[in-house]
């Protein structure tokens, strides 16, 4: 039976069970939950739909927000991929446009699947679809991805947090990155073993980073930040199936991090007190908006 | 609570999954509770949310929760009017409730026949929230599940009683707390359970001697 208390124990499932985690964590929720694996399957299709939608809704507009400090971004970064301009090219700048397409529609209230929170949801689709159209990998692969994503996310809620208010930005986009380096391994073929280093990774890339949005927005810096999420994915996927390993493995990376946020401020923890949200600029920008 | 469904989900409109859509879910937990449209709301917020609500849209989404929408309902963006329009009257104050997890509210209500709830809740991450109290005594749940709450006096029988008669209908206790003031004085049941809690069921537990109050609310 899984707990969920450790990145450990579903790699040992899932080697033992002789499958990837995506699987074993699929089974363990439908036995939990009552429930058929097809039911839970379909379920998470839906997900993966509402993904595409709100990848594409943000990938078309051109407006800003109701705020006027976001909007339209994502769209540039599509032209600039279509015209060959970026340099890292193809994949990752579609990657960055997903995040970013997903990140906006938030903030403009629009529909999205939180993953694991709202703050962090561009993360994973743009993880998730840019791998399965740049490798042609089916869909199944795909949604398979997200159980793997949905396991490291229930570890990582358990034994630390999942939110800004309590782990700063580190829980929520780093939590979303390392998610969704585990899932890309495993859609790509990867052993359970280098799904847990590139969760590993992907949190250690960003331990202390703190949740300090510009007038209590989930706006400035949050949409950069999903870019800059999908990218950590990428680059830490790549590292676990280069056969790179984490020198402090995954649980303990973990541990750290529930430690880092409790250490933290909450003046870094999503009250917009502190880091970009106490600059100059942003004070000027919370004035604007609050008296308009 | 191990569901995957609550770290890839929910399915809810933004901007904050626990400043939003957990916001919308307190506001429906409340209406539930009061068990009819709300005629006035009083809303009190504490620590981020009380600094950040604006900016977040947390009175957008506590009011379309109010209004019965659920969290992926595209009408929380413009909510504060549709209550205009319905005729909901409603007042936001930031507050100082004490030692509670940085995203917590007090939402007082008054129904359109007059009846009143207070509720004291936490938005505490991806949407989901855990309750404190319920017209000021300790109700600890999450409305993950169905949930019965049964006051009571402290006597001893009571929990039998009252675990009989869910025994007797088939309905399965996930989760169960106990709270009492001291011995033998105010005293609280929070059965969280999987089959649904009927009005009839209720009506046995209130019954039940020593039982005072009943309460009960579906999973959200």
């Known amino acids: 039976m899984i707990s969920y208390r450790s990145i450990q124990e579903l790699v040992q499932a899932a080697v033992s069970a002789n499958t990837d985690i995506g699987t074993v964590v699929l089974h363990q929720q439908a036995a939990e939950q009552g429930r058929s694996t097809d039911e839970l399957y379909r379920q998470m299709q839906e997900n993966l739909q509402v993904m595409r939608e709100s990848v594409e809704a943000g990938l078309r507009n051109r407006r800003r927000s109701p705020s006027g400090l976001s909007g339209g971004d994502a769209h540039k970064l599509l032209e600039a991929v279509q015209q060959d301009r970026t340099i890292g090219g193809s994949l990752l700048g579609k990657a960055l446009a997903r995040a970013m397409a997903v990140a906006e529609v938030n903030a403009s209230m629009g529909r999205i699947v939180a993953a694991p929170t709202a703050g962090s949801c561009g993360i994973l689709p743009a993880a998730l679809l840019t791998v399965m159209d740049e490798r042609n990998i089916p869909e199944e692969r795909a949604i398979l991805g997200l159980f793997t994503a949905g396991g490291v996310g229930l570890v990582i809620s358990k034994q630390a947090t999942i939110s800004g208010a309590q782990g700063g930005c580190q829980a929520e986009c780093g939590s979303a990155a390392a998610m969704a380096a585990a899932a890309i391994v495993e859609m790509v073929g990867g052993t359970p073993q280098q799904a847990a280093h590139a969760c590993a990774i992907a949190l250690k890339n960003v331990l202390g980073l703190v949740c300090d949005p510009v007038a209590g927005l989930v706006e400035v810096p949050c949409i950069k930040r999903n870019a800059a999420g999908v990218a950590n994915a990428l680059v830490a996927a790549d590292l676990a199936l280069a056969g790179v390993e984490s020198a402090i493995p995954a649980d303990e990376v973990i541990e750290a991090m529930r430690s880092v946020g409790s250490l933290m401020s909450s003046a870094l923890k999503e009250t917009a007190e502190g880091g970009l949200a106490a600059t100059a600029t942003a004070r000027r920008l919370a004035r604007q908006l609050l008296n308009c | ?220």
């Not at chain 2, 939003?20 to 504490?46: D, F, K, Q, Y």
């Open chain 2, 1 to 220: 609570m191990t569901d995957i469904f609550d770290i890839i989900g929910p399915v809810m409109i933004g901007p904050s999954s626990s400043h939003t859509a957990g916001a919308v879910r307190l506001g429906m937990i409340a209406r539930r509770l009061l068990g009819e449209p709300p005629a006035s709301a009083v809303i009190r917020l504490h620590g981020s949310f009380a600094r950040t609500y604006k900016g977040h849209g947390t009175d957008k989404a506590i009011i379309a929760g109010l209004l019965g929408f659920a969290p992926d309902d595209l009408r929380i963006r413009n909510s504060l009017q549709i209550a205009q329009e319905e005729g909901l009257k409603y007042e936001f104050h930031p507050a100082d409730l004490g030692d509670l997890h940085p995203n917590t509210a007090l939402i007082e209500l008054a129904g359109v026949s007059g009846k009143t709830l207070s509720l004291l809740g936490s938005s505490v991450g991806g949407g989901r929230v855990q309750i404190h109290s319920i017209n000021g005594f300790p109700a600890d749940c999450t409305a993950e599940y169905h949930t019965l709450i049964v006051y009571h006096r402290d006597t001893p029988g009571v929990i039998a009683a009252v675990t009989g008669i869910l025994a007797r209908r088939s309905v399965n206790i996930a989760q169960m707390k106990v709270h009492r003031s001291h011995r033998g004085g105010r005293s609280v049941i929070i059965l969280e359970t999987d089959e649904e809690i009927t009005e009839d069921l209720c009506e046995e537990v209130r019954g039940v001697a020593n039982v005072t109050g009943v309460t009960f609310l579906h999973a959200v």
